[in-house]
């Protein structure tokens, strides 16, 4: 049985017509003000970065198809070709008062794109950060908001008890992307390395498989670094015992904030730069985590999940407040319309 996708005309009165334009219109009108909003927040992040702090935004890209020089036509069909998997990610840091950016790539025959993998693409990079900044407290993770990869409550829980464990993080902050806009310098890295690979293959060189991929990329590539992660480095991040909390408004979390001394995970409708990440957020909180031992005589990897979330209708007003001290009561419209002619 095949589907087929195609248009269908759909007969309405004006009226009709307008009022569901109405309501489209307030959706999108909140879609622009998110995006606007997040970028925004992390180029005043990207911009204001110390010395002790980093920013690393990430992204998988689309698996790389291992390539001969001369193929038969039977190698373009079933699952003769083999395909690596791809996580990149850009470092920025602060260096004698200017922000400097160290692209990575990390290279797995693993095909998994989910929260497990994500840890496991992330532990060689993590464990890089401390040459380049050595006296590293506060780590910004940068990424788009796909729930089946960064956006969930397993990656919140990990990125607290395993990824910021790793280099004695003190301070973890992780932005999530709009929906659809999360498009970076990461997907420019990616899209160097593959077509540095297709340009190795054009000139005469096999590329059959990921170790000779990643022994290539090294030579041909040498600003990127690069590292490979085995099957088995994710399985073992995929039995990982984690306690998962019930969680509500994971979809609109934008921001979730994690600090050592509290151990208490804060998750946001929005990227706030004002507020600290052991407080709770007065402008844009949705729930909070609080992450604790069993008992004294338990490991660091033993936790137990708490969640503080409050119920409450917010209005845009509050949502979309301007950081500077602006007037509360100006209509909602008008608010909007500001956002839009913002750059």
Known sequence: MVNKVMKEEVQTTKNRLVSAFEKQLLKFTCHVCNIKHQYRSIKFIKENIRIDEILLHMDFSENYSCKYTQEVQSLHFGGSRNQVSLHTSVLYYSKDGTVQSVPFCTISRDYRHNNVAICAHLTPVIKKFKNIVPNLNKIHFVSDGSSNQYRNRKIFVLAATFLAKLEKIKILHWHFLEAGHGKGAPDGAGGCLKRTADGIVARGIDIPNIDVLIDQLKIN?????????????????????????????ILRAHQISWTKEENLIQVRRLTCTMCLADQQCHHYTISQILIKAKDSGDSDDEHIMDTNIKKRRLC????????????????????????????
């Open 221 to 249: 590539c040498k600003g990127v670094n690069i590292f490979r992660v085995a099957s088995a480095e994710i399985d073992d991040c995929d039995k990982m015992e984690v306690t998962l909390p019930s969680l509500t408004g």
């Open 316 to 343: 845009y007003s509050e949502v979309y407040s301007d950081t500077s001290d602006s007037d509360n009561s100006s209509s909602m419209q008008n608010y909007f319309n500001d956002c839009l002619k913002k750059p």
